[in-house]
C-alpha cells in the first residue's frame, strides 16, 4: 500500500489538503431515499414495518416486536456470563466515565434583579431518550457505556436501547454492559428502522425525546430526517484522528495510533503531522512492515490509502494551523510540551495530552464520551455530554413595581413591531387598567 505524502510548503497545498479531507457524498441522495421511504412505513404501519424490516435486513423473523425486546434477566444473564474479568473492566470503564461526566451537571439558578422581579434557570433532565447502539460488523459494549452513562448522570427517567443482532446473534458483552449501565428497554431492531420507531413511537417501541448515537449511513441519514421531530446528538462520519507529533515519540506508538483508526472502516481517515522528516519517513517504513501483522490490515491498508496521510510541516504554528483547519474528531499532541501546543487549538473533539496519550484510552476507558464530532463539525460541535440530556427553561416572575417601570419601555417596543396586543398587555400592567 502506499499512504501519500503531503508537504505544507507545496504551493498546492492547500489544495491537496481540501482533496484529502474530502468525503465522498455520491451515494447520499439513494440513502436518503430509501431512508425517507423506510421512515414513512415505519410511521404508517408501525409494528408491522418493523417485522418486515428485521426479517429482510438482519434475516430475523419473529411475530411479534415484543419478541424482539431483550428482558432484564437476559441481561443479568449476560452480565454473568461474561466473568469477572470482562465484568471488572466494564466496571472501571462505567466509573470513570460516570466521574467524568458528574462533573458537567448544570444546576437550577435564579436572581432577584433591583425591581424585585425574579430571573433564572431551570435545569431538567429530558423524559426519554433512544440510544443507538451499533452491531453487525462488530459489537461496541464501549458505546453503551458512552452513550448511557452520561444519560443516566443527567438524570434521564427512561432509556430506550435499539441494537441489531442479525441473524438473530447477540453480543453477550454489549448485554453486559447495558445490564450495567442500567438500560430500561432494548429492542433487537437495527438501520433506520430503529431511528424511526424511536422517533414516532410504535404499538411497541416507545416514542423518544432524543436520540443519541452512532451508526452506519442509514442510520445518520434516518438521524437527519426525523431531526425536529426529536432531538440528536448529532450527524455521525467515519471515524478520524490526527497525530502531531515532534520526533520524540516511539515511532510503533505512532503506528498503532494511525491504524487504531483506520481499522474501523475504509471510511476512516488517519493523518500524522510532523515537522521532522526523519520520523515521518520511519513512519513509513513502520507501517509497511506492521501492517501484514494486523488481523484488520484488509480495512486498515484501505483507509489509508484512500484517506490517510503524513504531512510535512515546517513548525509548529504551521502544525497547529494545520489541525485547525481540519478540525479532528480525535487530535494526538505526541509532543514534549503538549499544553504549549493545546493553547492553540482552536477546533477538536477531544485532544490527547502527550505521546502517552493514546487515543485508544479515550475510547475504552478515560472518561469523557468516546462520542465525538467528526468531518470538521468540531469547528462548531461538542462531545456527547451530560448537557445532551438536559433541558433549560427560563424562569420570569416580574414584582408589581417592576411590571410598571418596565411597561413602557415594553409598550414602545411592541408598538414599533406593528403588535397592538403585545403593547397593550404591556399598557394595562403599567397603568393598573384595562383599556376600553
Known amino acids: 500500500m502506499t499512504i501519500r505524502r503531503l508537504s505544507s510548503r507545496a504551493d498546492e497545498f492547500a489544495q491537496q489538503l481540501d482533496d484529502l479531507l474530502a468525503w ?103 423524559e426519554r431518550v433512544g440510544v443507538y447502539v451499533p452491531g453487525g460488523r462488530a459489537a461496541y459494549p464501549s458505546s453503551v457505556l458512552m452513550t448511557l452513562v452520561p444519560a443516566k448522570v443527567a438524570g434521564v427517567e427512561q432509556v430506550v436501547v435499539t441494537v441489531p443482532t442479525p441473524d438473530g446473534v447477540v453480543n453477550d458483552m454489549v448485554l453486559a454492559a447495558l445490564h450495567l449501565a442500567g438500560a430500561d428497554q432494548v429492542f433487537k431492531i437495527g438501520g433506520a428502522q430503529a431511528v424511526a420507531a424511536m422517533a414516532y413511537g410504535t404499538q411497541t417501541v416507545p416514542r423518544v425525546d432524543k436520540i443519541v448515537g452512532p451508526g452506519s449511513a442509514f442510520v445518520a441519514a434516518a438521524k437527519k430526517q426525523v431531526f425536529g421531530q426529536v432531538g440528536i446528538d448529532m450527524i455521525a462520519g467515519p471515524s478520524e484522528v490526527l497525530v502531531i507529533a515532534d520526533g520524540s515519540t516511539e515511532v510503533d506508538w505512532a503506528v498503532l495510533d494511525l491504524f487504531s483508526q483506520a481499522e474501523h472502516d475504509a471510511s476512516a481517515q488517519s493523518i500524522l503531522i510532523s515537522t521532522d522528516a ?16 494486523m488481523e484488520r490490515s484488509e480495512i486498515i491498508a484501505a483507509s489509508l490509502n484512500s484517506r490517510g496521510a503524513l504531512i510535512q510541516c515546517v513548525d509548529q504554528e504551521d502544525a497547529i494551523a494545520i489541525a485547525n483547519r481540519i478540525a479532528p474528531e480525535h487530535l494526538e499532541l505526541a509532543v514534549a510540551n503538549p499544553e504549549g501546543w493545546a493553547a492553540g487549538i482552536r477546533h477538536a473533539g477531544a485532544i490527547f495530552m502527550g505521546a502517552h496519550t493514546g487515543e485508544t484510552f479515550g475510547d475504552y476507558i478515560a472518561g469523557p464520551s468516546h462520542v465525538l464530532p467528526t468531518f470538521g463539525t468540531a469547528r462548531f460541535a461538542s462531545p456527547l455530554g451530560v448537557y445532551d440530556f438536559q433541558k433549560r427553561s427560563s424562569m420570569i416572575q416580574m414584582s408589581a413595581k417592576g411590571a410598571a417601570h418596565l411597561a413602557t419601555q415594553t409598550d414602545l417596543l411592541a408598538t414599533s413591531e406593528g403588535l397592538q396586543a403585545h403593547a397593550l398587555a404591556a399598557r394595562v400592567r403599567g397603568q393598573g387598567e384595562v383599556p376600553e
Do not use: C
Not at 404501519?45 to 423473523?61: I, N, Q, V
Not at 517504513?285 to 506492521?290: G, K, L, P, S
Open 24 to 126: 465522498d457524498m455520491s451515494a447520499s441522495s439513494d440513502v436518503d431515499v430509501v431512508v425517507a421511504d423506510i421512515i414513512a412505513e415505519v410511521r404508517a404501519k408501525g409494528d408491522k414495518a418493523l417485522l418486515a424490516y428485521t426479517e429482510k435486513f438482519d434475516r430475523l423473523s419473529v411475530t411479534s416486536v415484543s419478541q424482539l425486546e431483550i428482558s432484564q434477566s437476559e441481561l443479568a444473564a449476560a452480565w454473568s456470563k461474561i466473568g469477572s474479568a470482562a465484568q471488572q473492566a466494564l466496571q472501571l470503564a462505567a466509573s470513570r466515565i460516570q466521574q467524568f461526566h458528574a462533573k458537567q451537571v448544570e444546576e437550577s439558578w435564579s436572581f432577584e434583579d433591583g425591581l424585585g422581579n425574579k430571573l433564572g434557570q431551570r435545569i431538567s433532565p429530558i
Open 278 to 293: 526523519r520520523f515521518l519517513n520511519a513512519v513509513a517504513d513502520r507501517i509497511e512492515t506492521m501492517l501484514p501483522t
